[in-house]
């Protein structure tokens, strides 16, 4: 089977993301629904093995991680893409998934990202954070906003990604990125964070904040006086302070708390679904952390309804709230009822339709 032949076929079909598993087809994912590659056959065991020499290309250092930790985190470029690879093992058979990558970053305004969230790049210090699920475009987001403030700022940014995914030069801003791996520009992300204090740098993008070492390393980083911008896995802009919070032991906590009050800025979660033209949609919940949700992430006991609430009745500071995201959408008919209820507790369900009801009351006025 030849990989170049479905790399193309990727291409063509505008796939996000090429799964090759030994003994099924290889598969597209295609606005979030998987298909197999057309004209395809089953990939044997042999297949794998070709193509995991064909994406090492015979790299020592890389072949020892995928040895040594039974998987391996890569990019690789093909033709005028780049791809992000992810090799692990099922059954002991090497099972590749690969992302494709556009060179052309779409622009900021065009991912329907809150504006709230570009206009906070201006803080000269502090915390932003990008969180959202696996495949919620976090990266997307975060690149769009790296590259706005590389066209409008004259900064010096310095980014810390495994691995790199867009490649940025140089304009208004200095940049400069680092790949986090065995054999690559620095080992781990906690490294890089610690040595940028070193590097004069204005703006600092952490790939992701996966331990308590990153984390603190990034809280020292925006208490020294740099913009720190980040990514998590997490699912809401609540379940991010609780998750930050639980970094550390209980004795700790207190004190984190009190930093995270003083540093976060804005955490933006976001999520992508079906759009009813077919094409994804983007749901932004935003919060701007202001002397109340401070507040809140001060007290001992943190209460994710407490912050959930903040963010609802904060529009004016420019939070966003899920539920808000969601009616919005809906009235735009961007997405259906039922996904807007699907992606609530039952419990907020008459918000929502309540929100719904006060939107178009308002649109057609």
């Given at each position: ?202 703006i600092l993008v952490i790939g ?29 802009c609540a379940e991010t302070i ?124």
């Amino acid at each position: 089977m030849n990989l170049d032949e479905i790399l193309d076929e990727a291409m063509k079909l505008d796939a996000s993301d090429v799964h090759l598993i030994c003994d099924n087809k290889p598969m597209l994912r295609i606005a979030r629904t998987l298909v197999p590659v057309p004209k395809s056959k089953i990939l044997t065991p042999d297949d794998m093995y070709e193509f995991y020499d064909y994406l090492v290309k015979g790299n020592i250092d890389k072949d020892e991680v995928f040895n040594n930790t039974r998987k391996l985190d890569m990019s690789y470029e093909y033709k005028d893409i780049r791809l992000r690879v992810n090799i692990s093992l099922s059954d002991d058979i090497p099972i590749c998934t690969l992302r494709l990558i556009k060179n052309e970053l779409p622009s900021y305004e065009s991912l329907g990202v809150p504006d709230i969230v570009r206009r906070m790049t201006y803080q000269p210090q502090g915390l932003i954070l990008v969180t959202g699920k696996t495949n919620s475009g976090k990266t997307t987001t975060l690149n769009a906003l790296i590259n706005h403030i590389n066209e409008n700022q004259n900064k010096k940014i310095l980014t810390i990604e495994n691995p790199i995914e867009y490649k940025h030069h140089s304009k208004k801003s200095l940049i400069v990125q680092k790949e986090v791996g065995k054999g690559k520009d620095i080992l781990t992300f906690s490294d890089g964070v610690k040595n940028s204090l070193r590097e004069d740098c204005d703006i600092l993008v952490i790939g992701e904040i996966r331990d308590k070492v990153t984390m603190e390393a990034a809280i020292e980083m925006a208490e020294s006086g740099h913009l720190v911008i980040g990514t998590l896995h997490t699912k809401s802009c609540a379940e991010t302070i609780d998750r930050m919070i639980n970094f550390y032991e209980v004795r700790d906590q207190a004190s984190v708390k009190y930093l995270l009050s003083a540093l976060l800025k804005l955490v933006v979660s976001q999520r992508l679904l079906p759009g009813t033209d077919g094409k994804l949609v983007l749901v932004p919940e935003v919060m701007v952390v202001d002397n109340i949700v401070a507040g809140i992430i001060r007290k001992e006991k943190l209460s994710v309804s407490e912050i959930e609430d903040a963010i609802q009745s904060n529009a004016d500071k420019g939070s966003i709230g899920l539920i808000n995201s969601l009616a919005e959408l809906f009235v735009k008919d961007k997405i259906t009822l039922d996904q807007a209820k699907s992606q609530i507790e039952e419990k907020n369900l008459e918000i929502l339709n309540r929100t719904i009801m006060q939107l178009k009351i308002k649109r057609d006025k």
